[in-house]
């Protein structure tokens, strides 16, 4: 099981230069699988081993990080393992032993400088791992969360209470089809961090409570944002602030998200699809290099009963400094350029904010019932509207679930034969040098890229999924 944490950051999406990090062919056995940024050291990891016909489980044998000049340093190799990600900062491997066809493996594994830490995954569920020790959640009648530091054979119980959940539930509160908007992950400083999200009945005032805590679940600080949209309603979107399940037909689903606590749609299917599994869609945080946070999320119609699910008419974006008071307030009404994306098709949206060079960078993007790609600049300073420009692409679900890189978007004249993301679609059409070698890619088939962005820069994967790959750093 993959733990949840999250990290905000001021991403730049401006290159300077560009870097060829690594560029390998595909071999018999040895195959990249997938990949993993590692956002506080600004890194890379490839892992690498064995696909297994219709298995789901990929086989990893080895895992390689790379740094932004192209530095290598190996983290394991001729090993048998699964599941494999990385915690929070980087240090350490969470992994599970292989096998082709059950769903979790014999034991699990955390890897570090310590050694190989060995935990029945019978007995254990991984929580929140830490570069000293792992709070894990004991498996028995009356569950518990339990301290194992990754050196000795010592445990002790660990009483985390985390406060919350009581100010955003009651009659007071928005009646929700499914649970109010929380989260708790491990914080960049390696604190434990709880974020809740109130919503009035009229989903026109909404409270976020951010509470630090230590590892061992002591209270540091508390800091409150207050948002009211009075004219509109808060709306769902696919903000990356909450989270989101691949549902069937039949009902059954499951979560996708990333270590960074974001989640991924992939297409698993004509009969799935990925819809909200909480509340916390609503908005998300972008924090900027400064301690800057900016509260933002979609603008929905006010007169709408069931107000969660509206019509889109614009986006908000609210900006406190690190200490929770508010600097500036925008909301931006988008006119028609929008108001065919109706109830139905929230869940096909897709919103994110970046920094570029001193501008904020709004993208918006919609699969259904148009393909519509906006991308807006903002003032970072006074929150003042620059510009705003719209873009037609198309979808290619063409991926099998044994591909090495999974991407969905191409531009209807331009990129053709290439399958991009939406933050490689915005760097596209923003950045000339990015442009520039997208365009200097030949292949005879479909070439895939996924685009990484950090603080410090712009990581590039591509591949065609068959025979080779290759990553590429943006400075």
């Known amino acids: 099981m993959r733990v949840l944490t999250i990290l905000f950051l001021g991403l730049s999406i401006f290159a300077r230069s560009q870097n060829v990090i690594v560029e390998e062919k595909f071999e018999k056995d040895n195959v990249p699988l997938n990949y993993e940024l590692l956002p506080l050291q600004n890194k890379l990891a490839i892992k690498k081993g064995k696909v297994f016909g219709f298995s789901t489980n990929r086989e990893v044998n ?24 990385f915690n929070y900062s980087g240090n350490v491997i969470i992994a599970e032993d292989f096998s082709k066809m059950k769903v979790s493996g014999d034991n699990i594994h955390i890897l570090g400088k310590f050694g190989d830490k060995i935990l029945d995954p019978k007995k254990y569920q991984p929580f929140y791992i830490f570069d000293d020790q792992a709070i894990m959640r004991r498996k028995e009648k009356d569950k518990y969360n339990v301290v194992i ?14 406060e919350g959940t009581e100010r955003i539930v009651g009659e007071n509160f928005y009646e929700s089809q499914r649970v ?55 709306i769902l979107s696919v903000t990356g602030g909450g989270y989101m399940v691949t549902k069937s037909v039949g009902g059954f689903t499951n979560r996708f998200t990333n270590n960074a606590g974001f989640t991924t749609t992939v297409s698993l299917g004509s009969n799935t699809y990925s819809d909200f599994g909480d509340d916390g869609s609503i908005n998300n945080l972008f924090f900027d290099n400064s301690g800057n946070v900016y509260v933002y999320g979609m603008l929905g119609k006010k007169e709408k009963k069931n107000l969660l699910y509206n019509r889109i008419v614009g986006y908000y974006i609210y900006k406190y400094n690190k200490e929770g008071s508010l600097i500036w307030e925008k909301k931006f009404e988008t006119g028609d350029k929008l108001e065919k994306i109706g109830v139905a098709y929230l869940n096909n949206t897709y919103v994110r904010l970046f920094n570029n060079e001193g501008k904020l960078q709004f993208l918006f993007a919609s699969t259904q019932p148009d393909e519509v790609l906006m991308l807006c600049d903002i003032n970072k300073e006074t929150g003042d509207f620059i510009n705003s420009d719209f873009y037609s692409f198309k979808t290619n679900n063409s991926n099998d679930f044994t591909d090495f890189i ?24 923003k950045n000339k040098k990015f442009k520039d070698y997208i365009d200097s890619t030949v292949h005879k088939s479909k070439i895939y890229f996924n685009t990484l962005i950090n603080k410090e820069g712009t990581w590039l994967i591509e591949s065609d999924n068959k025979s080779y790959y290759k990553v590429i750093y943006f400075e």
Not at 68 to 80: A, P, R, W
Not at 149 to 161: C, F, Q
Not at 191 to 217: F, M, Q, V
């Open 62 to 85: 080895k895992v390689t990080t790379y740094n932004s000049e192209g530095k290598d340093s190996i983290c394991f190799d001729n090993k048998s393992l699964m599941d494999v990600y």
């Open 149 to 162: 530091p990754y050196k000795g054979n010592t445990s002790s119980k660990a009483n985390l209470k985390f």
């Open 180 to 234: 109010p908007g929380s989260k708790v992950f491990i914080n960049e400083k390696g604190n434990l961090e709880a974020i809740y999200k109130s919503l009035t009945k009229d989903c026109k005032e909404s409270i976020i409570y951010r509470t630090e805590y230590t590892p061992l679940g002591d209270r540091i600080a508390d800091i409150q944002y207050n948002l009211t949209l009075k004219d509109y309603s808060f």
């Open 406 to 429: 999974f991407a969905s978007i191409t531009d209807k004249d331009d990129l053709k034969n290439k399958i991009i993301d939406y933050e490689g679609l915005m760097l596209y059409y």
